[in-house]
């Protein structure tokens, strides 16, 4: 497995309801487990609406990797600190739990309120390490990283079943260029990010 990458290019955090290379958006404040956290395993009756295409996922070297670690806002023995903007600190698991290859789509949605959706389509055996990960270490974040930008840290409160696994990222456009750019189509983002 991977570790996440912290070297020359530091992580862009963010979290629900602002841009996503500011922390102020994407994932609910550290300890509280509301807000974005229901992106992670969102009930049927609040499922987001599809605005883009279902890309499919395949080889393709223009595409960016795309990986999902459990995260915490508590300290963790051999875990990575990533510090969040404008305070705070989150714990990242250094292997991932699923990455690209445990995927078999991607699509952008919005949610009712109209911000940005990663709904990522999960291969069975991408939904079987998620689910174990998930059933094994309850109560944690769910870290969305695309290329180098960590998009979403979502909190879960029970084991992920469900082969479509959405996290709240912002804005529509957002969710488009993430979509597109893992699934190789029209290459990388735009040097800003997302």
Not at 73 to 89: D, H, I, Q
Not at 148 to 166: E, R
């Amino acid at each position: 497995m991977r570790k996440p990458c912290l070297g020359t290019k530091p992580w862009k955090m963010a979290l629900a309801g602002a841009a996503l290379v500011a922390l102020a958006g994407c994932q609910t404040p550290p300890g509280s487990r509301g807000g974005a956290g229901a992106a992670a395993a969102s009930a049927p009756a609040a499922s987001p609406q599809p605005t883009g295409p279902q890309h499919a996922i395949a080889d393709n070297r223009q595409a960016l990797d795309l990986r999902v670690f459990l995260a915490d806002t508590r300290s963790r023995p051999g875990w990575t600190p990533v510090p969040l903007k404008p305070s705070g600190m989150l714990y990242v698991r250094p292997d991932a739990v699923i990455g690209r290859g445990d995927l078999i789509g991607i699509q952008s949605a919005t949610d009712q309120k109209g911000d940005g959706v990663l709904v990522l389509i999960l291969g069975d055996e991408g939904l079987r390490k998620l689910r174990e990960a998930t059933a094994a270490n309850p109560g944690l974040r769910l870290a969305l990283v695309v290329g180098h930008t960590m998009l979403a840290a979502p909190g879960y409160a029970a084991p992920i079943t469900q082969q479509q696994l959405a996290f709240g990222v912002g804005s529509a456009r957002n969710a488009e260029l993430a979509a597109r750019s893992v699934a190789g189509v029209d290459a990388a983002p735009p040097a800003g990010g997302f």
